[in-house]
């Protein structure tokens, strides 16, 4: 089984400046999905390989001094911009992965640089359930604290406004359970690419529920909540 894992971190940030590298208790914040791509690595005979536009980037993973990871391809300008898709970012360093390694991979992970609250406990439980079935691929989520079908309104035709999901649920707990892409990892297996999909939400996806917190960094604020828990031994599971 060839697995290979795609760190995607682009040079220009505007909501969090640098982010990618900004230190995150004292070291930048990439270095954590790059220790558990390089753990996952070693026990599953993983590839592991960076897609970036900034040498600033490359040349501060180098320093890590992690010895398993491909930092030759370079992100190509088209796919460096605020539009750009990040399925076509992982089709094109995948496609020159396989290239390189005269190999084909059977699943691809991408962690998100941004959602680094994971485990390598989490990534072999969502494979797992992504191997044993047919689905195209899975990515992970937490319970949302807001549910559609009973405490989120939206805006109507006629201007006024009402629940995003009409229903009768007199309870948040009775109403049906939905989900936050909390956006730390996405396994894609080799039918999602065959089958040119181009989005992680296809007919046939998986969730992978996380039992502990996770959430994306979008603004400074979630940094410096990000930050508290670390460094303030606050989360509630152990960060590999």
């Known amino acids: 089984m060839n697995i290979l894992i795609t760190l995607c971190a682009r040079g220009g940030s505007k909501g ?15 270095h954590y999905s790059l220790k558990i791509a390089h753990n996952f690595a070693n026990k599953h005979k993983a590839d592991i390989i960076l897609s970036t536009d900034s040498d600033r980037i490359k040349n501060k993973v180098v320093s890590f001094g992690l010895d398993n990871i491909d930092l030759s391809y370079s992100r190509p300008d088209f796919l460096a911009t605020d539009n750009a898709g ?10 020159y992965a396989e290239r390189t390694q005269n190999k084909l991979y059977d699943y691809v992970i991408d962690l998100d640089v941004t959602s680094p609250l994971r485990t390598l406990e989490d990534l072999e439980k969502a494979l797992s359930l992504l191997k044993d079935s047919n689905a195209h691929n899975i990515f992970s989520v937490n319970v949302a604290e807001r549910n559609p079908y009973f405490n989120m309104v939206e805006k109507n035709q006629d201007g006024y406004y009402g629940l995003s999901k009409q229903a009768n649920y007199s309870t948040r707990q009775s109403a049906p359970q939905v989900y936050d892409m909390n956006a730390s990892f996405y396994i894609y297996s080799k039918s999602f690419f065959d089958n040119k999909c181009k989005s992680a939400i296809t007919d046939r996806s998986l969730i992978f529920q996380m039992n502990h917190i996770c959430f994306d960094l979008d603004h400074p604020k979630d ?18």
């Open 86 to 95: 990040k399925i076509d970012v992982i089709v094109d360093v995948k496609n």
């Open 223 to 240: 940094f410096d909540y990000m930050e508290y828990l670390l460094s303030n031994d606050k989360l509630d599971f152990k960060l590999d």
């Open 16 to 30: 969090i400046p640098d982010k990618n590298i900004k230190l995150m208790v004292g070291r930048p914040l990439i």
